[in-house]
């Protein structure tokens, strides 16, 4: 497997990337508890992150395991209960940052607000926007969302 990983890259990229085998994966249709488990490729591209191997992670896989692996591996913020993941969208206005992209469909209060505040000091921080507005979007009360507890759309 490591082999195709590496062949698939041009060849200037391969001696930058390193692979580490692992014995498990974490599925999609596993619970986000099964992340903590030390032998799984999230908690290695985690621990790649934390040592300095890495810079980044990017996952393809299930976000509430890759969340969990996270705050196992790297920690959080003092106050900061449910972390939330972070998308940079370009606008033409300038970048747009989204939180908790589809992680709680059920937020609390105060679970928004200190997204808020994270999101505004991610937009300051990591996209140089002087004054961070924002803003709630809504997932909906279509059928499969959340509890299912939601007010029925109109026709």
Do not use: C, F, Q
Not at 11 to 34: I, L, N
Request: no cysteine.
């Amino acid at each position: 497997m490591a082999d195709e990983v590496l062949g698939a890259l041009p060849p200037e990229d391969r001696t930058r990337v390193a692979v580490r085998p692992v014995r498990a994966v974490v599925g999609m249709a596993d619970a986000p508890t099964s992340a903590k488990r030390p032998d799984t490729t999230v908690r290695a591209a985690v621990a790649a992150v934390a040592e300095g191997g890495a810079d980044a992670l990017v996952s393809a896989g299930a976000s509430g395991a890759t969340v969990t692996a996270a705050v196992l591996g790297l920690g959080r913020w003092t106050g900061v209960r449910r972390p939330a993941l972070v998308v940079t969208l370009p606008a033409e206005a300038g970048p747009v940052v989204l939180l908790d992209v589809g992680a709680s469909v059920e937020a609390r209060p105060g679970t928004l607000a200190r997204h808020a505040a994270l999101g505004a000091a991610y937009a300051a921080t990591v996209n140089n926007v002087e004054h961070p507005r924002v803003g709630l979007l809504s997932i909906g009360t279509e059928p499969g969302k959340g509890t299912g507890r939601g007010v029925p759309p109109t026709r």
